[in-house]
């Protein structure tokens, strides 16, 4: 699966999906209803990191598959939604792998 551009991105999505999950369900009521915010620094910056990660990796992988404008519109738009990148893995990404 790491041997392709597209299997790098499938795991990718999938660690930002995951890290955004437990920013938003884990981290932020940690922070904001019990008053701890120090996951929220930790798990935000490996979030941040991976969205980055992500975010070059569609774009790597629109050049060398050669996806329309709209289809990365939509990968790139997966990664600001909560399950956003499981979808676009099922609906996207496997489809090209």
Do not use: D
């Given at each position: 699966m790491l041997k392709t551009n597209i299997g790098r991105l499938r795991i990718a999505g999938f660690l930002?999906?995951?890290?955004?999950?437990a920013l938003l369900g884990i981290?932020?009521?940690l922070k904001y209803i019990w008053g701890?915010?120090?996951?929220?620094?930790?798990?935000?910056?490996?979030?941040g990191i991976i969205f980055i990660i992500y975010c070059v990796l569609?774009?790597?992988?629109?050049?060398k598959h050669k996806w329309s404008l709209m289809k990365t519109f939509w990968a790139l738009l997966?990664?600001?939604?909560p399950f956003g990148t499981f979808v676009a893995d099922v609906r996207?990404?496997?489809q090209d792998s």
């Open positions: 930002e999906g995951i890290s955004y999950l981290c932020m009521p701890i915010p120090e996951p929220t620094s930790f798990v935000g910056m490996a979030h569609v774009m790597v992988v629109m050049i997966a990664s600001v939604l996207i990404f496997r």
